[in-house]
Structure formats: C-alpha cells, structure tokens
C-alpha cells in the first residue's frame, strides 16, 4: 500500500508564498515521477508541475517563473515552492506519484486527498 501524505496548504494574500510537501510511504517503492495538480470549484484538475526521480520538469504555462519544483528521493517527499501567488491559483492541490514496486511490473498513478491553497486578493 502507498499513501501520499500532503502538507503546506492555507490562506495567503495575494503576491505571497506557500511550500507545499508531499512524502510518499510504503516500503521498497520504486518511483518515476511525482508532482501536482489542482482543481479550481467547477473546473477540471490540471497539471501544475511535475518532476522525474531524474531531476526532469514540466510546468504549467500559468505558473512558470513563480514555482519551483523539487524532490528529495532518499526520503520520497516531493516540493512545491509557489511565490507570487494570485488569487487565480486559489484551488485544492493535489500530489500525485507514479510509482511501482517491482522493476518487473508496470507503474501506476497514486492521488492524496488533496489540501486547499487560497489566494486574497
């Protein structure tokens, strides 16, 4: 079993900063990729930014240049640095792993529950 256990979530005004983690547990995982996606009230869960367990990132046009993306693979906790917060990256943060526990099998996509980033204006 693996649970994604999220934190960093909260309120912040507008041009602030938040630090969101994510650690992933469970014994001898194996992972390719972990990052974050959000979900705005009644829109769709989109990509926020990614990482590869090889230093590899992928952003959202929305937020390059004000977040930053990092993974810390002794402990499997992954990031995410988000300064210059709008009240337009106000949703529910969600972390997600893609990870497997064998080399001989195939990875698949984990979710946390999520935490709420709200931005004021």
């Known amino acids: 079993q693996v649970q994604l256990v999220e934190s960093g979530g909260g309120l912040v005004q507008g041009g602030g900063s938040l630090r969101l983690s994510c650690a992933a547990s469970?014994?001898?995982?194996?992972?390719?990729?972990m990052g974050w996606y959000r979900q705005a009230p009644e829109k769709q869960r989109e990509l926020v930014a990614v990482i590869t367990s090889g230093g590899r990132t992928n952003f959202a046009d929305s937020v390059k240049g004000r977040f930053t993306i990092s993974m810390d693979n002794a402990k499997n906790t992954v990031f995410l640095q988000m300064n210059s917060l709008k009240p337009e990256d106000t949703a529910v943060y969600y972390c997600n792993a893609n990870l497997k526990f064998s080399r001989y099998v195939t990875a698949k996509d984990y979710w946390g529950r999520g935490t709420q980033v709200t931005v004021s204006s």
């Open positions: 469970g014994s001898t995982i194996i992972i390719n990729q």
